[in-house]
């Protein structure tokens, strides 16, 4: 199975979603980084389940332990391993899903492909697996923080019809954090509320689109023809759960414009080349030009609902299924984190292989 992600910052993950625990190992995270359980704990609890009335009412506090990889503070650069203890398990809610399918879920696809699966939540199919992606997506940022003065930014930029906005130069986190929805427009956000209330209330759910922007990128990331920088970018949050789109830049909305409206013209500011727009999104040929990345994620809604759907137990048999159990209706507050960690780790590996091939990168001027 795929479990592990990048070349030089390489992470594997593990655990299942109601089994002992999840995790992260980082292999090639260089030494000398001073890092804190507190600093990786910050994003595990904007990750985290139960923090508010919109999201799942599982009550987790994944509080990290870190195993190894650090001593006196800082990384040896050795592999660094971190874990997160699973404490409200509740496998009963799952009995059902033993001999029945999930609509929309990957319990047929894994029992066809492996002729097993965990049927208790799903086990690696979960959100749950995204514990480790976050946790070393906090390690990934700050290394590129201290490196590139890189800074990552995600908010919510739509929930099911209700859309606004967001000026992606101005958005601060203060604004993103300042509401249980995580979008910085409070009069939106509010809608947007209201709008994942009702969805719960009718045992429904819903889907929509978080923004990302990383500020302060150097040029000269991403590694042509193969491992181009958007295509690294699309594979690492396309391999989110529940993620059914990506689109960088202008995206879908270029096919509509002209080259003459749509290309980017070069200025010089006296210190390096600039853009005057930002339609290409920060990267042209596959590499980072040094603008200011801006991309955009569809999550699909939850698949779990609170209704009874059509489908078929493991014989074939038709048959019915209402879900149980405790569910986001609304995956996007909980997903911001996880698309600014999944965003921190392709930008670190690929200014570690930057690094590697061409010396230190270009400072964003």
């Known amino acids: 199975m795929g479990n592990s992600f990048g070349h030089l910052f390489r992470i594997t993950t593990w655990g299942e979603s109601h089994g002992g625990g999840g995790g992260v190992i980082i292999d090639g995270c260089p030494p000398n980084l001073a890092i804190t359980t507190e600093e990786i704990q910050v994003e595990l609890d904007r990750r985290r389940p139960g923090q508010s009335r919109i999201t799942t009412q599982r009550q987790e506090a994944d509080r990290v332990e870190i195993l190894s990889g650090l001593f006196e503070g800082k990384t040896l650069g050795t592999p ?15 009995e059902e899903m033993r001999t029945k399918y999930r609509p929309s879920h990957a319990d047929y696809t894994y029992q066809a492909k492996y002729g097993i699966r965990n049927w208790q939540g799903g086990g690696r199919a979960s959100a ?3 514990i480790g992606r976050v946790a070393a997506g906090a390690v990934a940022r700050k290394i590129l923080r201290e490196a590139c003065g890189t800074e990552i930014l995600a908010y919510v930029k739509q929930v099911h019809k209700i859309a606004v906005d967001i000026n992606p130069d101005t958005v601060t986190q203060k604004q993103v954090e300042a509401n249980i929805v995580r979008c910085p427009h409070p009069e939106t956000a509010e809608r947007m509320i209201e709008r994942i209330k009702q969805a719960r209330a009718e045992g429904d ?23 181009k920088l958007e295509a690294d970018l699309g594979k690492a949050l396309l391999s989110l759960p529940a993620c059914k789109g990506f689109e960088v830049g202008s995206g879908f909305a270029g096919a509509e414009m002209t080259g003459s409206t749509h290309n980017d013209p070069f200025y010089s500011n006296g210190k390096r080349v600039r853009t005057r727009t930002n339609y290409s999104g920060g990267i042209q040929g596959g590499i980072s030009n040094g603008e200011d990345i801006l991309l955009r994620v569809v999550f699909k809604p939850t698949a779990t609902i ?10 074939g048999n038709p048959t019915t299924l209402k879900g149980r159990g405790r569910h986001d209706p609304c995956v996007l507050p909980r997903a ?3 698309v600014e960690a999944m965003v921190a780790l392709v930008l670190c590996d690929h200014y570690l292989r930057y690094r590697a091939q ?3 990168p270009t400072p964003d001027l």
């Open 205 to 227: 759910s819903l889907g929509g689109i978080v923004e990302a922007v990383a500020r302060s990128v150097p040029v000269g990331l991403g590694q042509p023809v193969f491992d």
């Open 128 to 130: 749950r697996e995204t």
């Open 358 to 360: 061409c010396g230190e």
């Open 336 to 338: 911001v984190p996880m």
């Open 80 to 94: 660094i391993s971190m874990l997160v203890w699973n404490k409200d398990v509740r496998a009963k809610d799952y």
């Open 306 to 315: 609170l209704k009874e759907q059509e489908t078929v137990d493991v014989q």
